[in-house]
């Protein structure tokens, strides 16, 4: 593990970086998205984004939103995770999750981590395995775009 890899809040001065990660991940999306997309991590109860950052340059990040249905406990979901494609396999997707977890711990009632993931994402499905998660069920998502 790099010692000079060290994770902090992300802040909207990272906006440009997390443009071409976030692209990485397959959403592409303009900084000023980024902006305010973070702004509602601004209010704690919402959620974080954790970024990696190794020798001063940003190469990861994790996004965690605090979900609560009548119907099951509260939990943390892990709404979007990326590192850097030349930074993969080296530490720094574990540090991230790591972060994730003393984070929800700090959360009071929040004890359950869910992460979403492609099916396509095997590399992912591993990491997390890896890492002592475990695959619960399949699905499908859908969307409805709803016009004006």
Avoid at 31 to 39: D, G
Wanted: net charge positive; aromatic share 10%.
């Amino acid at each position: 593990m790099n010692d000079n890899l060290r994770i902090r809040k992300a802040v909207p001065e990272d906006a440009t970086v997390l443009t071409k990660l976030t692209a990485q991940l397959g959403y592409p999306c303009t900084q000023q998205e980024i902006v305010e997309r973070l702004e509602p991590y601004r209010n704690i109860s919402y959620g974080i984004v954790f970024v990696a950052v190794l020798n001063d340059t940003v190469v990861g990040w994790i996004s965690l939103n605090t979900v609560r249905y009548f119907y099951v406990r509260p939990f943390i979901e892990v709404s979007g995770f990326v590192v850097d494609e030349k930074e993969r396999n080296k530490g720094v997707g574990r540090r991230l999750l790591e972060a994730a977890e003393v984070w929800v711990k700090r959360q009071g009632d929040y004890r359950l981590i869910r992460i979403r993931t492609n099916i396509i994402r095997e590399d992912a499905h591993r990491f997390y395995e890896n890492n002592g998660y475990r695959k619960v069920k399949e699905q499908r998502v859908y969307m409805k775009e709803i016009e004006d």
